[in-house]
């Protein structure tokens, strides 16, 4: 099925679907990307919310969000939308609730629970072929507990519990997950909001599970000023350090590819994580072998020569 795609900033919808005046963080990138994400599913949603920064959104009796709002531990967000997903379907089978009263369930997590802790879970709701939506914030490491190495923490990258930096790679969620071949997974980024609206157009034609991961700027752990947070997530897409792509049953297309990669080195020195590696002296090997990393990347799929 060929779906309408979305040109311009522009024809983005108008309709907000999450308010201002949260707790977050001063420039966290999870919240433009989570505002952009609910503006595509609309109202009629209901998010199954994995402990992380984004279950401080909700403090009752106060929510941003238009929609329905559930909390569970780390491990357990998948399971938990299953449930939510099979009482729908026994109400819309029982006729208890009208069709036009479905809700399309939605696990909102960090990259704590998607990367490691509630693996598992995800992997069993993956293989179920539960109907629901997946979107990761991915800030490379438990946040809300003090920016903590978690699975996604890049190599190099500084954290309360790497303080010489990470000694290997970020797990590959994204491969992870496509080696189940789910009907739809996407990268997505909040300084790509026109690419991201419409891998969600695309999405919604699919019933079963469908990934959406995003790389989000997180001022405080990335030690990085709040107002740069945009041109932080540009950075990590112009210089192929994040890979906006999609895979539809197993076939992975990139959406965007910069037309000429800038160095990586633009994108580390604007973070206080990377810090060491320019001062007090500059770490040559380190700095080459992050390059490296990524153009091995961009060469697998013939993209950098």
Not at 29 to 42: A, F, S
Not at 144 to 149: A, D, I, L, R
Not at 163 to 181: M, T, V
């Amino acid at each position: 099925m060929i779906t309408e795609q979305i040109k311009s900033i522009k024809d983005l919808p108008l309709e907000e679907n999450m308010f201002s005046g949260t707790p977050a963080c001063a420039g966290c990138g999870g919240l433009l990307t989570l505002r952009h994400c609910l503006k595509m599913l609309g109202e009629k949603v209901v998010i199954v919310n994995a402990a992380g920064c984004f279950t401080l959104l909700s403090i009752y009796p106060f929510t941003p969000f238009r929609s329905s709002w559930l909390y569970t531990a780390m491990a357990c967000a998948p399971a938990g939308a299953q449930g939510v997903r099979d009482a729908l379907d026994i109400l819309l089978e029982k006729g208890k609730i009208d069709p036009d009263e479905n809700l399309k369930v939605v696990v909102l997590t960090g990259d704590g629970s998607a990367y490691d802790m509630g693996l598992s879970s995800t992997s069993g709701a993956i293989y179920r072929n539960l109907d629901f939506y997946y979107i990761c914030y991915d800030n490379e490491a438990y946040g809300n507990t003090g920016f903590q190495e978690s699975g996604s923490t890049p190599f190099a990258s500084r954290t309360k519990t790497t303080s010489a930096g990470k000694e290997f790679a970020k797990k590959d969620l994204f491969e992870i997950w496509n080696s189940h071949k789910p009907p739809y997974l996407a990268t997505i980024s909040p300084a790509y909001p026109v690419d991201l609206a419409n891998k969600f157009k695309k999405a919604e034609q699919y019933k079963g599970p469908k990934l959406f991961i995003s790389l989000i700027p997180c001022p405080p752990g990335w030690s990085t000023d709040p107002s740069h947070t945009f041109k932080l997530a540009k950075l990590a897409v112009d210089t192929g350090v994040w890979a906006l792509k999609e895979s539809i049953s197993g076939e992975v297309e990139h959406t965007v590819v910069p037309k000429k990669f800038k160095p990586v080195e633009d994108y580390l020195k604007e973070q206080g994580r990377f810090s060491h590696l320019f001062k007090p002296v500059r770490n040559e090997e380190t700095l080459g072998k992050i390059q490296e990393m990524v153009n091995e990347y961009w060469k697998r799929y013939g993209i950098l020569l």
